[in-house]
């Protein structure tokens, strides 16, 4: 405790106020918030409960409790937002028609020729055919990559045709290869991609190596929980489909422009000349409405008019909703009650709203005490707060993030409780403010500079906002029923709030911090491998949830279909 006020009078002023909160008191809060919303009465808190309002009604009493100022809409602590969640389905009229240049006309029955894009949007697209090869463009200077599909091609306006995966997928030598398969040849950057484009509609085919065995199509609850990624609407066409449309105009098989590419790297796209196409995708789609709750603390001196923010997603996973890592079928229609998932992480703001509401005469930056919802879908709370947000975002000098608090426990060599910071390069001056907020803490820290991972944080990162990332680490309860209150280490927990809290007293002063990207030069915008060893949350795709997780959720819908992570 003393090697705390070490470095002199100035910081004993500071962090007095936490010093004096009894810690017991700290714990015994925290175990009786969570234990609230890690109870049977929450539900889980998934998107399809009302457990979720329960909690929602929870932290806004909390935060009127705490005189903190309502930061949602219309003067209340919520922001309310809707989105899409499983139980899509086909809605009548889904069509595909092909016209050749010879005015044939082949009208292809759906799902047996070929099948909506379960996360597509809906719509009506007619334009030629373009076939884009594997739909990448990716460039890496570095390792001197300059491979396009689109080069060459007009694929604005058109339907273009994409082979799935990437070229010699399974190989770990070629360009794309291994991880980057993965990520490349995921069905998101690939819509996304074509956006850029400017396609108006995808039509996915399997490439060789999907198709070793049946060119089955993907089935369309595969993605039909995911988020439109892009604006093209996509379906997915046998191999067959293409061949004769190849066969047709440049007298070329689909097999032979595979192996083409494979061998030379380089890409054999052209247009389909003659060949149009007709979509229309009908999807009938359930959507819930949830809400991020947002309370104020008032900053005072020159300061006062800039913010910081303190997150944490308070949603989960209800009745194993999508997301769930339960194996057993039975249990997984459990409550998944998400106690450290991200209960902990609630309860751990709610106690720094707490500190913080009541320290008398406090300086600096304003605090806005954030439990966003829509998390384990995708980020889908934060994203919709920066995209909407109810205080000005420009103003926003920082945001910490708390995701999975609640499992401390010591690092195996130096056998101290370990921390795990995210975000430490995002401002240039982080990585410092880190270390010398370790002197203050028996931690062992691992840092982390990238501002990107998968949780709310990464919407902020997105915005140049500098973020912080705290996390205790995975565990074999994870997106598990097992994820229960009797798993916390409190007293863990009570020495992350007091961290935190010092971070955020030195976010609320120092000077503006300088954001930093942290990206890597990247197409499609998406998010690298975390350097982190384990991450909780989700990336916003099926797929790269599957890598995440280090394979497709046994028994889901994805595994019956007998589909391999990376798809
Ligand atoms: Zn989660």
């Known amino acids: 405790m003393l090697r705390r006020f070490a470095p002199g009078i100035l910081l004993f002023l500071v962090f007095a106020p936490f010093a004096q909160a009894a810690d017991d ?77 010879q005015g044939q006309e082949i009208e292809l029955p759906v799902t047996k020729q070929f099948m909506p894009l ?51 997928p399974g190989s770990k030598t070629v360009p794309f290869g291994g991880q980057r398969n993965q990520r490349l040849g995921s069905l998101t950057n690939k819509l996304v991609t074509a956006d850029q484009a400017k396609a108006a509609a995808v039509l996915f085919v399997n490439d060789r190596d999907k198709a070793l065995d049946t060119d089955s199509l993907l089935p369309f609850e595969y993605t039909s929980e995911e988020m439109p990624p892009a604006k093209p609407i996509a379906a997915h066409v ?10 047709s105009t440049v007298g070329d098989t689909l097999s032979s422009r595979e192996r083409e590419i494979d061998r030379t790297l380089k890409p054999q796209s052209s247009a389909l000349t003659g060949w149009t196409a007709t979509i229309e995708l009908a999807i009938e789609r359930t959507t819930v409405e949830v809400k991020n709750v947002i309370g104020i603390l008032e900053g005072s001196g020159p300061l006062a008019k800039e913010t910081v923010v303190l997150g944490a997603h308070y949603d989960h996973l209800g009745r194993g909703e999508r997301g769930s890592l339960e194996r ?34 406090r300086n600096g930056r304003r605090i806005v005490f954030m439990a966003f919802a829509g998390e384990e879908q995708g980020l889908i709370g934060s994203r919709h707060f920066v995209n909407k947000p109810t205080i000005p975002l420009p103003d926003v000098a920082a945001m910490v993030n708390l995701d999975m608090v609640g499992r401390v426990r010591p690092e195996k060599n130096t056998k101290k409780d370990d921390l795990q910071i995210g975000g430490t390069g995002s401002a240039k001056e982080f990585d410092k403010l880190v270390d010398a907020l370790a002197k203050n803490h028996d931690f062992h820290l691992s840092k982390d500079p990238s501002g990107y991972g998968p949780s709310d944080h990464t919407s902020f990162t997105e915005k140049k906002i500098p973020v912080f990332f705290l996390f205790t680490g995975l565990h074999e309860q994870y997106h598990k029923p097992a994820d229960t209150v009797q798993t916390i280490n409190f007293p863990g927990m009570r020495k992350v709030v007091h961290l935190t809290g010092e971070m955020l ?16 030069a990247q197409p499609g915008g998406q998010v690298d491998v975390p350097k982190i060893r384990f991450m909780p949350g989700n990336y916003n795709s099926a797929e790269e949830r599957g890598v995440l997780i280090g394979g497709v959720t046994k028994g889901g819908p994805a595994d019956k279909a007998g589909i391999k992570a990376g798809d």
């Open 238 to 247: 046998r191999r067959n489909v293409v061949d004769m449309m190849l066969q």
């Open 25 to 101: 008191e700290s714990i015994e809060r925290m175990r009786r918030d969570l234990t609230f919303l890690a109870s049977d009465e929450c539900e889980g808190r998934g998107a399809l409960t009302q457990g979720i309002h329960k909690a929602a009604d929870y932290i806004a009493a909390r935060f009127e409790q705490l005189g903190l100022r309502p930061g949602g809409e219309d003067g209340t602590y919520f922001q309310k937002f809707r989105f899409r969640t499983g139980r899509s389905r086909l809605g009548a009229v889904n069509r595909l028609v092909l016209r050749g240049p």
């Open 328 to 361: 057993d079928e039975k249990n997984r229609q459990q409550f998944h009650y998400g106690a450290d998932d991200n209960g902990s992480g609630t309860v751990a703001m709610l106690e720094l709203a707490r500190r913080f509401a009541t320290s008398k005469g």
């Open 118 to 168: 379960g996360m597509s949007e809906e719509g009506k697209v007619t334009a030629p055919v373009v076939f884009a090869g594997y739909g990448l463009n990716y460039i890496d200077p570095k390792e001197g990559i300059h491979y396009n599909d689109y080069q060459g091609i007009d694929a604005a306006g058109k339907v273009v045709i994409v082979l799935r995966q990437t070229p010699n």
């Open 505 to 520: 007293v030195q976010l609320a002063n120092m000077p503006r911090p300088t954001f930093q990207d942290t990206k890597p």
